[in-house]
């Protein structure tokens, strides 16, 4: 069986980002070329795979660093399902708490569009009394 030599093209169509995103996760580290024909970079299906766990994991809302650490931050014999659960239980707690200011926003966003002030300087006092 041939090994599949993917350009930089090919890898960032099959996982739909911009090649500079495949550049930008090569230069961090968490993505490698195979090599080079012809000067230029090669990759095998192995990166595109990788791209499309980096890209997922960045639609869940983690960080590069957390990224990272899925990636090369635990032994290398941790399974797939403990790395991902430790890394879930700290952002559903980042989610939590955005959730929580999302619901004050949301409470102090009704009030003030029912705001029977005459001028912003009523309003001014209003909210400084509040404080």
């Known amino acids: ?15 739909g980002v911009r090649t500079s995103a495949v550049r930008y996760y090569e230069a961090r ?3 490698a070329p195979d090599g080079r024909k012809g000067g230029k970079r090669v ?7 990788r791209m499309a766990l ?6 869940l809302g983690f960080t ?12 290398p014999d941790t399974p797939a399902g403990a790395r991902w659960s430790k890394l879930a239980a700290k952002k559903l707690v980042e ?9 004050v926003m949301r409470a102090a966003l009704q ?11 009523q309003c001014a006092h209003a909210i400084a009394k509040r404080k």
């Open 111 to 121: 009030r003030i569009s029912r705001c029977g002030c005459g001028d912003l300087d």
């Open 1 to 15: 069986m041939t090994r599949m030599e993917l350009g930089i093209g090919e890898v960032a169509r099959r996982v």
């Open 29 to 31: 580290g968490l993505i």
């Open 54 to 59: 980096i890209s997922y994991a960045k639609e």
């Open 43 to 49: 990759y095998g299906q192995e990166a595109v795979e």
């Open 95 to 103: 989610l939590d708490a955005a959730a929580q200011r999302i619901e």
């Open 64 to 75: 590069l660093d957390e990224i990272r650490t899925l990636l090369t931050g635990f032994a």
